[in-house]
């Protein structure tokens, strides 16, 4: 069946209505189920342990939540405390999140109908969280409306089955709360941000920047480290401070750097302990749970969602062999994916893309001008490839 076919938007449930805060001192009642895990942060910042609460995520029953009250958080930098609406459980921030593509239409507006036909293939993979608007997700070739409807459409779709963090990241502060407002206006659990881009700021200007949006808007937040696309690289004790005080609550680096992740783990790990910290590589999922790591935020994801799930809950629960023959089978496919003679990253959505819309899962495998989008002889050899890959015999589940 196709799943463009049998997607049906669902009504949109505002933020206050999926984290409804509760009376002081309450700890009990109804709330999203990105929520749901045993742990919360008390007013002053700090990790208390509550009873872990896990039930499935896709079973449809209604989940035991927990969440806090209102609560004043002093953000360094700012002109003084916000008030959040509520806390969401940051344990509920692990595994596999998946980068999400963004389906266009060729007129380059978003595709939401396309997206959560996507969104619902991704979460029946068993991906444990949904990263919108990141490099997968094609997030600095739209504007403010597009960016906010791609959120808006995970939201909606993932009905508090999962978070949904919002990348809000542009080349200033300014631009940048501007989508984070968007983004909690469109209900996004957390968010995430990048140092400004086309500038290259200092490490004093970056600590600005990350304090100044968390104080303008009250959700979670995560730095996005990706140098090799925004020009600058927090350095490990910028990227320290930000977690030790309290302004960010964790992080993807996609620089493949594993001294780097490493030591930001090692030395917040006295007052952080919980930093949910992920890697944005492809080949590295299973050494994301081996050093520390909450989890990784593979783009590839986007076309092997269980495998790259297998591989991370295989390390998880200690079985290496079993996590290095996912890991491998993870890094085969991404090996058949890229397609045409655009640059690499416009090869690598665009073969993404084409398996996607020849599984019927997306109508349109467009990427946003100038980047490439595969013609239908291109689409067909990529296709050809991964058909032959995932017909192969894989690892016994």
């Given at each position: 069946?196709?799943?463009?076919?049998?997607?049906?938007?669902?009504a949109?449930p505002?933020?206050?209505?999926?984290?409804?805060?509760?009376?002081?001192?309450?700890?009990?009642?109804?709330?999203?189920?990105?929520?749901?895990?045993?742990m919360?942060?008390?007013?002053?910042?700090?990790?208390?342990?509550?009873?872990?609460?896990?039930?499935?995520?896709?079973?449809?029953?209604?989940?035991p939540?927990?969440?806090?009250?209102?609560?004043?958080?002093?953000?360094?930098?700012?002109?003084?405390?916000?008030e959040?609406?509520?806390?969401?459980?940051?344990?509920?921030?692990h595994?596999?999140?998946?980068?999400?593509?963004?389906?266009?239409?060729?007129?380059?507006?978003?595709?939401?109908?396309?997206?959560?036909?996507?969104?619902?293939?991704?979460?029946?993979?068993g991906?444990?969280?949904?990263?919108?608007?990141?490099?997968?997700?094609?997030?600095?070739?739209?504007?403010?409306?597009?960016r906010?409807?791609?959120?808006?459409?995970?939201?909606?779709?993932?009905?508090?089955?999962?978070p949904?963090?919002?990348?809000?990241?542009?080349?200033?502060?300014?631009?940048a709360?501007?989508?984070?407002?968007?983004?909690?206006?469109?209900?996004?659990?957390?968010?995430?941000?990048?140092?400004?881009?086309?500038?290259?700021?200092?490490?004093?200007?970056?600590?600005?920047?990350?304090?100044?949006?968390?104080?303008?808007?009250?959700?979670?937040?995560?730095?996005?480290?990706?140098?090799?696309?925004?020009?600058?690289?927090?350095?490990?004790?910028t990227?320290?401070?930000?977690?030790?005080?309290?302004?960010?609550?964790?992080?993807?680096?996609?620089?493949?750097?594993?001294?780097?992740?490493?030591?930001?783990?090692?030395?917040?790990?006295?007052?952080?302990?919980?930093?949910?910290?992920?890697?944005?590589?492809?080949?590295?999922?299973?050494?994301?749970?081996?050093?520390?790591?909450?989890?990784?935020?593979?783009?590839?994801?986007?076309?092997?969602?269980?495998?790259?799930?297998?591989c991370?809950?295989?390390?998880?629960?200690?079985?290496?062999?079993?996590?290095?023959?996912?890991?491998?089978?993870?890094?085969?496919g991404?090996?058949?994916?890229?397609?045409?003679?655009?640059?690499?990253?416009?090869?690598?959505?665009?073969?993404?893309?084409?398996?996607?819309?020849?599984?019927?899962?997306?109508?349109?495998?467009?990427?946003?001008?100038?980047?490439?989008?595969?013609?239908?002889?291109?689409?067909?050899?990529?296709?050809?490839?991964?058909?032959?890959?995932?017909?192969?015999?894989?690892?016994?589940?």
């Amino acid at each position: 069946m196709n799943p463009l076919a049998a997607v049906q938007p669902p009504a949109t449930p505002t933020r206050a209505a999926r984290v409804k805060p509760a009376a002081a001192g309450d700890m009990t009642g109804p709330a999203p189920a990105c929520c749901a895990r045993g742990m919360m942060l008390s007013s002053g910042g700090d990790v208390k342990r509550t009873a872990a609460q896990s039930p499935a995520l896709d079973t449809g029953a209604p989940l035991p939540m927990i969440y806090a009250s209102p609560r004043d958080v002093d953000v360094p930098g700012a002109a003084g405390p916000i008030e959040e609406e509520a806390t969401m459980d940051l344990s509920a921030l692990h595994g596999i999140l998946p980068p999400v593509l963004t389906p266009l239409h060729d007129d380059e507006t978003v595709d939401t109908r396309s997206l959560a036909a996507l969104l619902e293939y991704l979460i029946g993979a068993g991906v444990h969280g949904l990263w919108i608007c990141g490099t997968t997700g094609e997030f600095a070739c739209l504007d403010g409306a597009q960016r906010a409807a791609a959120v808006r459409t995970a939201v909606e779709t993932a009905r508090g089955r999962l978070p949904v963090v919002a990348n809000v990241g542009d080349g200033s502060t300014a631009l940048a709360i501007a989508h984070a407002r968007a983004a909690r206006e469109a209900g996004a659990d957390a968010l995430a941000l990048t140092p400004p881009y086309y500038y290259s700021n200092n490490q004093a200007e970056l600590l600005d920047h990350f304090r100044a949006l968390r104080a303008a808007v009250d959700l979670p937040l995560l730095v996005y480290n990706i140098p090799q696309t925004v020009k600058v690289k927090l350095d490990v004790p910028t990227m320290v401070t930000l977690a030790n005080e309290g302004t960010v609550v964790g992080l993807k680096d996609s620089q493949n750097d594993l001294d780097w992740f490493r030591s930001v783990i090692v030395n917040t790990r006295a007052r952080r302990p919980d930093l949910r910290a992920f890697l944005g590589t492809r080949a590295l999922i299973d050494a994301a749970v081996l050093i520390g790591g909450a989890g990784s935020i593979p783009g590839i994801a986007n076309i092997y969602p269980r495998w790259c799930v297998r591989c991370h809950e295989a390390a998880a629960r200690g079985d290496w062999v079993e996590a290095a023959r996912y890991q491998e089978l993870v890094m085969a496919g991404s090996g058949v994916t890229a397609v045409g003679p655009g640059s690499a990253i416009a090869q690598s959505l665009g073969g993404m893309k084409a398996i996607l819309q020849a599984e019927g899962i997306i109508a349109s495998r467009r990427l946003a001008a100038p980047l490439h989008t595969p013609t239908d002889a291109e689409a067909e050899q990529v296709v050809a490839r991964y058909r032959a890959l995932v017909a192969a015999p894989a690892p016994a589940d």
